[in-house]
């Protein structure tokens, strides 16, 4: 999973080919670090989908510009293009399991 922050999210996700999945997350947050277990291991079934996390505690402008509010917020982004967020409550592992379905 590669750390995102604002010096590499726009090489890493906004000019990247392909499907790539962003969770921002904090350390306070306890649904941010009980859902990373499952993402972490969706990366291992989804070998053609890059993930990545930013660390909302560290990179809270970059957050802003991607208006995102809650955490966790899943991002999927295809070709450099946002198309879906999962975000607050629904933002779980079957949410986040189902929207790579629909994407690949």
Known sequence: MIELHAD???EE???K???VLVD???PSCEPCKALLPHIEAMEKDHPAVVFGKVDLSKSRRLA???KVSRVPAILL???GERQEMLSGEEATAQAVQDLLHRFQ
């Open 77 to 79: 982004f295809v070709d």
């Open 13 to 15: 996700v906004l000019d």
């Open 24 to 26: 921002f997350w904090s």
């Open 64 to 66: 802003i510009s991607q």
């Open 8 to 10: 590499n999210f726009r």
């Open 17 to 19: 080919k392909g499907t």
